[in-house]
Structures are given as structure tokens and as C-alpha cells.
């Protein structure tokens, strides 16, 4: 596939943000790779490696490091942004201070704001003034970025309001290694994202405690069905969540080593306290904060989401986790077929 080559910043120099870059950067882009630790950007241009977050993996000669928010969106139209949840209105807030242009934000990132339950798209709308924004597109499915860097087959999806800025982004990231769908559905792929964090954290639960393949296969196919619960009450496309950024994105973080909340689960699982897990993760283990925020979505929307309400009272309120297993496994007997006809009924 050619690629006109084009100016593309990446905001966040973690293994996502690195891997993103190295797709952009093998298609022949210019690509500026931001991050605010100036010693992480100064082994990225002198030694070409990133080893605190992709070890052993050396990055194309072609990305630049930069440590200032200005020099790296110099004449940039799309900006990749890769940072946790928790950061994006602050470097939002920084982005709209130094630059004069609309840009199209591409994110990355798969979580919900607690209290104001919003999506990343919307806390993009939110925050950016609305003459800098062009448009929002959003990136996700299943991809750990250990396996993009050593470019392994993968393959994403892309969304947005605008199709056209959609296809554009898709055409920007596509490779032999590197393939991407489009999908109009907004809501469901962020939700859908957002939300198989927390059934992974679940999954790594039922493996610290040794319950085998039995239990992480129901807890999938269960959470797969509150997932798309919450989310056609939202609006989204039941469909979806039978896609990459659905199913394809809950096989591959409720069953990998590589998934940061399976090994937060886990620890979990094994009788480590949350504070102690968080502190040995060294790195954003985005289901915790999803847990509240879909906690809240669930009361807010009146949806039935007994798994994420199980984790949310081992997260919050320090209940054993054995016992939140026990109490799944004790609920009311129901029949299967009736979630399934209950998410289709919604979107009628």
C-alpha cells in the first residue's frame, strides 16, 4: 500500500503510543512521538529504543522525540492521542493553548470518565474549543502493543461522526501488518473498548484463584451480554459487540499475559491488596476507574450489570473476592435467550 506521506504527532510516548508510531512511521509518515519525561525522549532520538515500556524493541530511526507540546504539532493536521484517561483534559487543555489550527484527534485510549460518565469523544468535544476541532475519530479493537511493535498480524477498527475523516485515518494507519476496518458506531466501539477492561480484571480474578478455563469462558460470554446491555440502552449498535472492538477486543485482554487488567485481576486473585497491585503494575490499569463509571452507568440507565457490580464491591468496598465469585454463581436462576432478546428489543 502507498502512502502520501504526512505530519502525524502521537501524544503519549507509552508502549501504545510508541507502537502506533511505529505503524505511522513503517507507512512512511513524519512522525513526532511527544512525551513529557525528557529523558525518555532523549533514549528515543539518541538510541532509538523506548525500554521502560517496549523492552528489547528497536523503533524506526524516522520517529523523532519531542518533549514540547508546540515543536510537535508544528503544521500537524492529525494528532494521535494516547494517554490514560485521567490525563486527557489536562493535555488537552495544553494542546488548544499552543496551536493556531483545527486538527483531527485521533484516540486511543478505552475508558469512561467517573461522575460524568462521559466517552473520551465527548470529553474531547468538551474540551477542545470547537474552531481547533475538525473532527474526533476513534481507534480501537483487539491490539497489545508488544505484539504491534514486533509487527504481528492486527487488526482494528476506526470511528467517527464524520465517515470521510474515518477513511482517512484508516488509510493512514493500514499496512500488511496493520489492518483497519471503519465502523459508524461510536458509542458501541467506545463502550465496547472501554468496558472489556473490567470483565478482564474479573478474568484475571477466576485465574488467581485457580478456577480454570470453565470460568473465565462464562465470564466472558456474560460480560460480552452486559456489555452490549448497557450499551444499546446507550444507543450503540448491538452488531458491534459482535465485532473487533466487541468480542475481538474481550478474547484478547481477558486472555493474555500482555493485558494489564488480567495481570491486575490476577494479583487480585491471589490475595494482593488493590493499592499494593496498582503500585507493582507501574502502569494505568484503566478497568479500575471504568469499574466506577460503569457502576454509575448501570444505576444511571437502571441496566442489570451483575459482574461489573461484583468487581466494583471487591474494587471499592474491599469485599473478598471469593466471595463476589460465590455470589455470581448464587444469583437467580434465567433463562439465556432472554438477555439476548432483551439487547435486540432496545434498538427497535
Known amino acids: 500500500m502507498v502512502h502520501s506521506r504526512e505530519k502525524v504527532a502521537v501524544i503519549g510516548a507509552g508502549s501504545w503510543g510508541t507502537a502506533l508510531a511505529m505503524v505511522l512511521a513503517d507507512n512512511g509518515h513524519d512522525v513526532r512521538l511527544w512525551g513529557h519525561n525528557a529523558s525518555q525522549i532523549e533514549e528515543i532520538n539518541t538510541y532509538h529504543t523506548n525500554k521502560k515500556y517496549l523492552p528489547e524493541i528497536e523503533l524506526p530511526v ?3 522525540g519531542y518533549d514540547s507540546l508546540e515543536k510537535a504539532l508544528d503544521g500537524v493536521e492529525n494528532v494521535i492521542l494516547a494517554v490514560p484517561t485521567k490525563a486527557i483534559r489536562e493535555v488537552l487543555s495544553s494542546i488548544s493553548e499552543v496551536i493556531s489550527h483545527p486538527i483531527v484527534v485521533v484516540h486511543v485510549s478505552k475508558g469512561i470518565e467517573p461522575d460524568t460518565l462521559l466517552r473520551i469523544s465527548e470529553m474531547i468535544e468538551e474540551e477542545m474549543p470547537s474552531e481547533l476541532l475538525k473532527d474526533v475519530v476513534v481507534l480501537s479493537g483487539p491490539s497489545h502493543a508488544e505484539e504491534v511493535s514486533l509487527r504481528h498480524p492486527t487488526t482494528v477498527t476506526v470511528s467517527s461522526t464524520n465517515m470521510n475523516a474515518a477513511e482517512v485515518i484508516q488509510d493512514l494507519f493500514m499496512n500488511t501488518n496493520f489492518r483497519v476496518y471503519t465502523n459508524a458506531d ?14 478482564a480484571l474479573a478474568a484475571g480474578i477466576t485465574d488467581g484463584l485457580g478456577y480454570g478455563d470453565n470460568a473465565k469462558a462464562a465470564l466472558i460470554t456474560r460480560g460480552l451480554a452486559e456489555i452490549a446491555r448497557l450499551g444499546t440502552t446507550m444507543g450503540a449498535n448491538p452488531l458491534t459487540f459482535s465485532g473487533l472492538t466487541g468480542i475481538g477486543d474481550l478474547i ?18 491471589q490475595g ?19 469499574t466506577k463509571a460503569a457502576y454509575q452507568l448501570a444505576q444511571k440507565y437502571e441496566v442489570k450489570m451483575p459482574i461489573t457490580e461484583a468487581l466494583y464491591g471487591v474494587l471499592f468496598n474491599g469485599e473478598p473476592v471469593k466471595a463476589a465469585v460465590d455470589s455470581l454463581m448464587s444469583r437467580t436462576k434465567k433463562a439465556e435467550m432472554e438477555d439476548l432478546v432483551n439487547i435486540l428489543d432496545v434498538t427497535k
Open 62 to 64: 524516522s520517529i523523532i
Open 272 to 290: 494482593q491488596r488493590l493499592d499494593e497491585v496498582l503500585e507493582n503494575m507501574g502502569m494505568v490499569v484503566e478497568g479500575v476507574r471504568t
Open 252 to 269: 484478547v485482554t481477558c486472555t493474555s499475559v500482555h493485558s494489564r487488567n488480567w495481570r491486575a485481576g490476577n494479583m487480585l486473585g
Open 186 to 199: 461510536v458509542i458501541g466501539v467506545e463502550i465496547g473498548g472501554a468496558l472489556k477492561n473490567i470483565i
